[in-house]
Antibody, heavy 121, light 108 residues
Framework: EAQLVESGGGVVQPGRSLRLSCAAS????????MHWVRQAPGKGLEWVSG????????GYADSVKGRFTISRDNAKNSLYLQMTSLSGEDTALYYC??????????????WGQGTTVTVSS | EIVLTQSPGTLSLSPGERASLSCRAS???????LAWYQQKPGQTPRLLIY???ARATGVPDRFSGSGSGTDFVLTISKLEPADSAVYYC?????????FGQGTKVEIK
């Protein structure tokens, strides 16, 4: 069974950095694109970033472009999100999600339980 | 950025009724790249529909998707109490891959 487990969330001061990780199991990780999606408390879903199977196709939400960096290590079956210059608007539950496709993006069919990021002084 | 506008914001219907949820895009979306998700309270999102009309694994055939260009619809043919959730559309054809703001379906 495909499974995604996020880690790395926590409480961080404004302006600081944080790195999220997502460990994948139960499927061939290097065949699929991956995403980060976040959900602020009581709000809807916001796509944050996506990466193709070979890291050749990357995308970011306008709200995080230039501050967040997505990456993956196929040898370790892991996805990462490096977040810098954090602000209160980045406070959210961050989900890791697997795409149905590899090179393109066709819908997210497996989701982790999420890791919470709280930006507060 | 493609903006997806979902309507109505909330839909309150009785069991057995039919629900139609709209997702309108600010510019044309290639059908292959339009998906619908269901999120129940306290749960992670679940993929329902991809490629505008294909049901994801395990999704009952009460759920169907249709549309093209800028107008897409998720239909739930015979509502059940378990369908109470927020439903989101998402486009993944043009980065950033935006979500709609969601439609809340309440079962009376």
């Amino acid at each position: 069974e495909a499974q995604l487990v996020e880690s790395g969330g926590g409480v961080v001061q404004p302006g600081r950095s944080l790195r999220l990780s997502c460990a994948a199991s139960g499927f061939r990780f290097d065949d699929y694109a991956m995403h980060w999606v976040r959900q602020a408390p009581g709000k809807g879903l916001e796509w944050v970033s996506g990466i193709s199977w070979n890291s050749g196709n990357l995308g970011y939400a306008d709200s995080v472009k230039g501050r967040f960096t997505i990456s993956r290590d196929n040898a370790k079956n892991s996805l990462y999100l490096q977040m810098t210059s954090l602000s209160g608007e980045d406070t959210a539950l961050y989900y890791c999600a697997k795409d149905r496709g590899g090179g393109g993006f066709y819908g997210m069919d497996v989701w982790g339980q999420g890791t919470t990021v709280t930006v507060s002084s | 950025e493609i903006v997806l506008t979902q309507s109505p914001g909330t839909l309150s219907l009785s069991p057995g009724e039919r629900a139609s949820l709209s997702c309108r895009a600010s510019q044309s979306v290639v059908s292959s790249y339009l998906a619908w998700y269901q999120q129940k309270p306290g749960q992670t999102p679940r993929l329902l529909i991809y490629g505008t009309s294909a049901r994801a694994t395990g999704v009952p055939d009460r759920f169907s998707g249709s549309g093209s260009g800028t107008d897409f619809v998720l239909t739930i043919s015979k509502l059940e109490p378990a369908d109470s959730a927020v439903y989101y559309c998402q486009q993944s054809g043009n980065s950033p891959y935006t979500f709609g703001q969601g439609t809340k379906v309440e079962i009376k």
